[in-house]
């Protein structure tokens, strides 16, 4: 008994000083473990990070430390991973990184996504000689490539994603010789891709999208056999496609988009069996759209827009599975081809901003898979198709500014996932659609038709609606009550119809960042509660959290698609052309975040509310065509975003303020009852001097007329650059904006 737990207690001993660290496999080394909390100190030098909480000195053991991850050989446990992407740090030198260079067991580094500033520090990389993945995407390095990095022969993965990274490639990126995964997109890099890249035999992704590589592609990258994934896209690429390019057999996706490439599309991408994805948008293609370009039976998506093709319509049976088609300004005439109803996966159809002619071919309806179709900016005319309702998985159908006619067909009020329908300016007639309660619809826009009839009570039902333009039509009768239903509405635009009554229905959703309701015959006082829906959220824009359904099933997720107006920052309150009455409320100065207040034409009476010099972020302001009396309050002059102002043709009277108000002249104060100041060159009395002889008046108003014609000048100055700033001469870009899908996700 006695022996037994003698042998007990020394093998309790056994196990007690295995486990208090006597093993020194079981924590991590001194050395590592001072490296990290010197690293941590570098970056949160004054309090302690809620995410390296757990990295602290009286923790022995750094391998339980978040974020660290760590390998055993036979003598001790090293620290072989950190996965350091967003450490939240408030300052982030690229400095902070050098004790990680100690660390060099790592194998993997993630320091992605931390706003990390300054040159990409080669030397200390080098030491990480044991690195396969290195992710330091989404920071702010600058400088030139490093060298140095191109000797970390084990690498595998290498990220750079979206920095600000200079200079050329060099020669010596051959020396990655394990690189599995090559991305460098949105950099500023520029020359030729050196010919060693064909050294990278491993290489499955190669990414340089959106630098500034020029010249020509080498013929050793056509050897990188393994290579899935290559994207050029947005460079400076310019030559017909290389035939050389047939031979990477393995490659599932191709983007040499927004380059200057030309010619014919090669017949020879034929032979890359294995494409789904090719992108060849926006180059400078010519010729016609081969046919073996739908018999491709691996191709998916598709883009070409914004070439110059021809499209014929003599196609038999295609084979191809595509499911996405962009021919996008493309300049293609004729008519929609019907054989695109044999592409029965066809899930987005792009074929926008072209010059085809003739109806919408109701085979197209069809197809079962169809969810996105965009045809407009065409000639197509006659009346929509009445099977539209058929095609149950549509969410997306744009066919604005064309010329179809007569009336909406029912059944496109009943597709189950509708959410954009954009019919904007063609010739479409009826009532407003009765839509199903279940109604997805976020974006509504069918202004410039021919629609007339009362706006239903139904249209409450649309409770996901964000974005309602029905402008330029002739709807009648009162704003519905139901519109206050509409609990996430962002955008009512109702102007130019014939719609009457009071305006005591609005919106209350709180995310109402525009609204127009100009050229009706409303009626009756502006509601004192507007402005509670007004702007209060003016930040929040409801349509991001839409983009990525649009974008992401259209072709390449690349391009963000412009659906109407764009709502920006810009918040904007439009009565005007009206009958209103009544005081303009006290209440609208709350709504802050207004660029545009225009209540012109009505017939407003009282004052102007000295509440409104609140709105500091006033670019446009119109109270002209009314009634208005009293003086415009003081501090107007503080309004230093306006750059339109129109007060004229009311009975203001009193001082006309001055400050940013002395940029405007005499239009935009005329036919007022008693207004006086330099704008307009009448003198205010002096209200200290009781008596004031009628050439001392003149004189005043001569000496300071004269006194402020330098300030003219540079209130013209300012005033033009300011248009300019908000862009009333801006050119329009060529393309659109992109949205990467890192944005989106
Ligand atoms: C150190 O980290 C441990 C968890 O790893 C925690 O329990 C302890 O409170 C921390 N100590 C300090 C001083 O932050
Ligand atoms: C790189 O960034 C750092 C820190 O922002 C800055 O001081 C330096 O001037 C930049 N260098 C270059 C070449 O842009
Ligand atoms: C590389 O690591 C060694 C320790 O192994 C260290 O002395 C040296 O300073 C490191 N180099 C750099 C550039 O950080
Ligand atoms: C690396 O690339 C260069 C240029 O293409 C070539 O001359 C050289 O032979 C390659 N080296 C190896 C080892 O493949
Ligand atoms: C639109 O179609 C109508 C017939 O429905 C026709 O009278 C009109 O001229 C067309 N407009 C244009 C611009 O083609
Ligand atoms: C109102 O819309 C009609 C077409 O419905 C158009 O002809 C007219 O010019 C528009 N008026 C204004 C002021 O925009
Ligand atoms: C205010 O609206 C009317 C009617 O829409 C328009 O004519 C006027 O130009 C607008 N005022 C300003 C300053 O934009
Ligand atoms: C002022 O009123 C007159 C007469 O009604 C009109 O002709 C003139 O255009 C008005 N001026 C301005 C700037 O509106």
Known sequence: MATNRKQFESFLLVVVLAVSGFIPSLCCLRSQKDALLQFKSLLFPKYDSSDLASWNSSSSDCCQWKRVTCGANTTSKQVIGLSLNFVGASYFPSDALSPLFLLRSLVHLDISFNNIQGNIPGAGFANLTELVKLDMSGNKFNGSFPVELFSLSKLEYLDLIDNMIKGRLDSSLGSLRSLKEFHLDHNSVYGEIPAEIGNLTNLQILSLQGNQFYGRIPASLFCLTKLESLDLGINYFKMEIPNGISNLSNLASLYLNDNHFYGAIQASLQKLENLETLHLGGNEFTGEIPTWLFNFTSLAKLNLEGNNLILTNERVAPKSMLDSLSLRSCNLSGEVPTWLSNQTSLYALDMSDNNLVGSLPSVLFHSENLGILILSQNNLSGSLPNNIGNASRLSVLMLSHNNFSSLLPESISNLPRLSLLDLTNNSISGNFPIFHPESRLAYLALGQNKFTGVLPQNLGNLKKLYYLDLHDNNFTGQIPAAISRLSVLSVLLLRNNSLQGPISMLPDSGYLKKLDLSYNFLSGRIPPDLVRTFGIFSNYDPFMSLAPEYTYGILDSKHQYQFGESLGHLSALELSNNQLSGEIPESLGDATSLHLLNLSSNRLTGGIPKTLENLRA?????????????????????????????????????????????????????????????????????????????????????FSLKMTIPGYAVGLLCTISGFYVSGFFRIPPRKRGRISIRQLV
């Open 618 to 702: 006033l670019e446009t302001l119109d109270l002209s065509h009314n009634s208005l009396t009293g003086e415009i309050p003081s501090n107007f002059g503080e309004l230093h975003y306006l750059t339109a102002l129109d007060l004229s043709n009311n009975n203001l009277t009193g001082a006309i303020p001055v400050g940013q108000f002395g940029f405007f002249s005499h239009e935009s104060f005329a036919n007022n009852s008693g207004l006086c100041g330099i704008q307009i060159e009448v003198s205010c009395p002096d209200p200290s001097q009781n008596i004031k002889t009628k050439e001392r008046k003149d004189w005043d108003s001569w």
